[in-house]
């Protein structure tokens, strides 16, 4: 082979080593990172107690409890609508007697840890803690004798019991419950 192919060999081969050379870096990956985020929760339980009375007078008041419990994780504003409704039972169901006004019931509240609000739901006053439960929202319920009829007779009343939460935080109950600010 000539000289002058074997210098060119050698410069190319040369060259060749010094531009694999130059691409040789110091490089490092570091392990991925996963980050989680786990949503808290709002849930809640209506507690309900009470005496089912079967030969209720007008006069008599019985025991009728509701509270509600934070079984979420969350701190949550709550709200409860309670609708009376008079009516009959037939072959063991509920039919209502659109005919008979609930005005004859009072429903005994506790005023100083609810409020009621013109949107017919009560408000408690304060953020139920996860875990936590309210004070009883009601106590009891009394058949006003002065106004309780013989149209009453033989009618049974049921008492619906309806409950809302909201996450206590970044004013969600704006949005949730349409309000521009909570009603105490």
């Known amino acids: 082979m000539n000289k002058k192919v074997k210098i060119g060999l050698a410069i190319l081969t040369l060259a060749a080593l010094l531009a694999v050379g130059t ?3 110091f490089t490092a990956t570091a392990e991925p990172v996963i980050n989680q985020f786990t949503a808290g929760t709002v849930k809640i339980a209506i507690n309900d107690v009470y005496d089912e009375e079967l030969n209720w007078n007008p006069g008599d008041t019985t ?3 509701v509270s509600i419990k934070n079984e979420g994780t ?3 504003y709550v709200r409860v609508k309670l609708i009376p409704t008079w009516g009959d039972k037939v072959n063991g169901d509920f039919v209502a007697d659109a005919g008979l006004p609930t005005t004859n019931v009072a429903l005994n509240w506790n005023t100083t840890d609810w409020m009621l609000h013109t949107d017919g739901y009560y408000y408690y006053k304060s953020t139920l803690p ?3 439960e309210t004070p009883l929202l009601l106590e009891s ?9 013989n ?8 008492i619906e019991v309806k409950a809302d939460a909201v ?9 949730v419950w349409g309000m521009d600010n909570l009603p105490w």
Do not use: F, H, I, P
């Open 74 to 76: 969350k701190c949550a």
């Open 63 to 65: 025991k009728k409890e």
């Open 130 to 132: 996860a875990g936590e």
């Open 167 to 175: 996450q206590c935080t970044n004013d969600a109950y704006k949005s």
């Open 151 to 158: 149209e009453y007779q033989g009618k049974v009343l049921r």
């Open 23 to 25: 691409w040789a870096w």
């Open 141 to 149: 319920v009394t058949l006003v004798g002065s106004s309780t009829g």
